[in-house]
């Protein structure tokens, strides 16, 4: 069942984006930093679950105006300053990205291409996973129309989406899902990431 995420969901939101997307930079910081990011997704953006039996089995975040969101998300939530600067203090390197992480979408409102310069929209598709014993049974699509018909709510006509280029599985979903591929950008080092957008 496709429903909202509520605020008691973000703990295995959290759980199921550490397992899926274990190589994201936010995966990285741990359940319990991501749990409080998504409860400020649930409370402040948006967040859809694909529950089964209360079993979260899928998951999208997204935001009608993503600039500045990650700095709004710290201001109101001093606790994970606190678990971010311990994390930085065990592992340096990680200043670095969450930097690059929270500059982002800023530096990515417009971005040259091929075709020259691209102005991306605000909104944008932040976060998605489907647990691997459920992939290829629809719950992504799902997920993906269900996203997009509150953007429509929204007046959204538009929105964007990085991906690492190196999740095949996921950029092939997109590719094959409407989404165009309109440039790309380094986050996080060497780290690629492919920038998509898809009309409404």
């Known amino acids: 069942m496709i429903r909202s ?7 295995a939101i959290a759980s199921l984006h550490k397992r899926s997307l274990k190589d994201s930079f936010l995966a990285k910081l741990g359940s ?5 990011l998504y409860v400020f997704l649930i409370k ?3 967040v859809i679950v694909y529950a089964e039996e ?11 105006n993503s600039s500045g969101m990650m700095k709004r998300f710290l201001i109101t939530s001093p606790v994970c300053i606190l678990k971010l600067i311990g994390i930085i203090l065990s592992s340096p390197k990680f200043l670095k990205q969450f930097i690059e992480t929270l500059t982002a979408p800023s530096k990515s409102k417009t971005l040259e291409s091929s075709a020259g310069k691209v102005k991306l ?10 647990d691997p014993n459920y992939q290829k049974s629809g719950i992504g699509i799902q997920l993906l129309k269900a ?7 929204n007046g959204i006509k538009k ?3 990085f991906a690492g280029a190196s999740m095949e599985s996921a950029n092939k979903f997109y590719n094959k899902n409407g989404f165009v591929l309109v440039s790309q950008v380094t986050i996080h080092g060497n780290e690629l990431s492919n920038i998509f957008t898809k009309e409404l």
């Open 121 to 130: 929209p605000n909104a944008e598709f932040l976060s998605f996973a489907v």
């Open 32 to 36: 319990g930093f991501l749990a409080s």
């Open 147 to 153: 996203m997009e018909n509150q953007f429509v709510q």
């Open 54 to 64: 209360k079993v979260i089995k899928g998951f999208v975040s997204f935001s009608i």
């Open 159 to 161: 929105y964007k989406l």
């Open 44 to 46: 402040k953006e948006f």
């Open 5 to 11: 995420a509520q605020k008691a969901d973000a703990i």
